[in-house]
């Protein structure tokens, strides 16, 4: 991604955590193409090797292998420097539904082991984050930062008390954080296997195998898919932003909603350019997942005028790039 127009100057060291996961990973290789310094902290539980592995050229990137639920390594981590990007967790609803105890030790435990190491360090500021599954039941569309539903799930509980413990750390101690609530992300190098796959990458895997594609549900539900170079601005932007911007939470997502009939047939569509047999694959349909909202729009107003967040990738534009770099990496 392009982030000449954002500016990091002068270069900063920033900390990604997970950044060898999907977003940390597109994290990392924008802000080194801008000249900044950058650690990355993973564990490798969830990111892959792959994903950074032509940033170790790179004399401005550091990788540490560690495990944020240890304090002394969040410790070295924040040691020298500017900015946190707290990326690091585990994510999926399922996932936390199977196994809330390592869900609620990483998202919970190790979100406060970031908290305690950025205050301890002098760290400028720490932005994480934060989930659109915060919303919870609430059934009221868009969705504005400051009406949220109870959780749905374990996952969602562990991304709620993080903008809690971030709001505390920040009255009580003057540590500036920012919370950036993910819609349904995707992209390149989002992983498309595995059990807690999400699902565009899971569905273009299936539709290239000519394979159908299993929509839980009848289809209607809908998600405001964002497209990973959006996640890369607002995370730049939560950097720049001055102080009156910080210590609140944000909605990262593009503001439109598509549901997952409307998704395959777009996914059918860009792939059918590659492979003309895909546009004739049917779909299969399965129950409803257990602790999915059926449907999640973003009201962006707040992040457009408190930080000037311009998404510039569509649903149509972002799977547009995602399908082509998917068909080049994955077939």
């Not at 406060?112 to 994480?128: C, E, F």
């Amino acid at each position: 991604m392009n982030i000449k127009h954002l500016a990091l100057a002068p270069s900063f060291h920033i900390l990604v955590t997970g950044g060898a996961g999907f977003i940390g990973s597109n994290l990392c290789e924008a802000l080194l193409q801008n000249g900044n310094k950058v650690t990355c902290l993973d564990n490798f539980a969830t990111g892959k090797k792959e994903n950074i592995a032509q940033l170790h050229a790179d004399q401005n990137f550091t990788l540490i292998e560690g495990d944020i639920r240890d304090l002394e390594t969040c410790n070295k981590a924040c040691t020298g420097v500017d900015y946190v990007l707290h990326q690091a967790a585990l994510g999926s609803v399922p996932r936390s539904i199977n196994d809330p105890i390592t869900s609620n030790a990483v998202n919970v435990s190790g979100f406060l082991n970031m908290l305690v190491a950025a205050r301890d360090s002098g760290v400028k500021r720490l932005v994480y984050a934060a989930s659109s599954s915060t919303y919870g039941d609430s059934k009221s569309l868009p969705k504005v930062e400051d009406v949220i539903g109870k959780p749905l799930s374990p996952y969602a509980i562990t991304k709620y008390v993080n903008e809690l413990y971030a709001d505390i750390f920040n009255s009580t101690y003057g540590l500036e954080t920012i919370g950036l609530r993910y819609f349904n992300v995707f992209g390149r190098k989002q992983d498309p296997n595995g059990a807690y796959a999400a699902v565009i990458p899971k569905f273009v895997l299936k539709l290239m195998a000519h394979e159908s594609p299993v929509i839980n549900g009848d289809g209607s539900y809908s998600r405001d898919f964002t497209y990973i170079d959006n996640v890369v601005e607002m995370n730049i932007r939560a950097i720049l932003g001055d102080s009156d911007a910080a210590n609140t939470v944000y909605n990262v997502a593009y503001g439109e909603r598509t549901n997952l009939n409307e998704l395959v047939g777009l996914l059918k569509t860009y792939l059918g350019a590659f492979d003309p047999e895909i546009k004739n694959i049917p779909i299969s349909y399965g129950p409803n997942r257990q602790g999915d909202v059926p449907h999640s729009l973003a009201d962006i107003s707040k992040a457009k005028h408190l930080l000037g967040y311009a998404p510039q990738f569509n649903i149509e534009q972002g799977l547009k790039q995602a399908v082509q770099w998917y068909w080049e990496n994955l077939k």
